[in-house]
């Protein structure tokens, strides 16, 4: 079991940055690829971006290239989601997710996911 903890959402005027964080714990040799999804309001889980297993390849959602960047420290065993240029459609549930077996944005190969993190951009 991998168990996954998000912090640093909050509250951003549109055009700021927020930095979130995930701490995995538990048997994290096996939290594989990783990545964020969001789900705002009436709308499905969507995703944002994804990680390898040892970070060297990443992945975007075409709504946050160029503005978001995911990293990971394996030496603390913590996900990265760097934002930047927020505009209020980024206002969602931000949820960390591990345990896929290969880099992927389909939320069905992660195993594990976290409560989820407040993210809201005001105008």
Same mark, same amino acid.
């Given at each position: 079991? #991998?168990?996954? #903890? ?5 509250? *951003? ?7 979130? &964080? ?18 705002? /309001? ?5 995703? *944002?971006?994804?990680?390898?297993? #040892?970070?060297?390849? %990443?992945?975007?959602?075409?709504? =946050? ?10 030496? =603390? ?10 505009? /209020?459609?980024? %206002?969602? =549930? ?6 896929? /077996?290969?880099?992927?944005? &389909? /939320? ?10 407040? =993210? %809201? #951009?005001?105008?």
């Amino acid at each position: 079991q #991998v168990q996954l #903890v998000e912090s640093g959402g909050g509250l *951003v005027q549109a055009g700021g940055s927020l930095r979130l &964080s995930c701490a995995a714990s538990g048997r994290t040799f096996s939290s594989g690829a990783m990545g964020w999804f969001r789900q705002a /309001p009436g709308k499905e889980r969507e995703f *944002v971006a994804a990680i390898s297993r #040892v970070g060297t390849i %990443t992945r975007y959602a075409d709504s =946050v290239k160029g503005r978001f960047a995911i990293s990971r420290d394996s030496a =603390v065993n913590t996900l990265y989601l760097q934002m930047n240029s927020l505009t /209020p459609e980024d %206002t969602a =549930v931000y949820y960390c997710a591990a345990g896929a /077996p290969t880099l992927s944005s &389909s /939320p069905t190969l992660f195993g594990y996911w976290g409560q989820g993190t407040q =993210v %809201t #951009v005001s105008t």
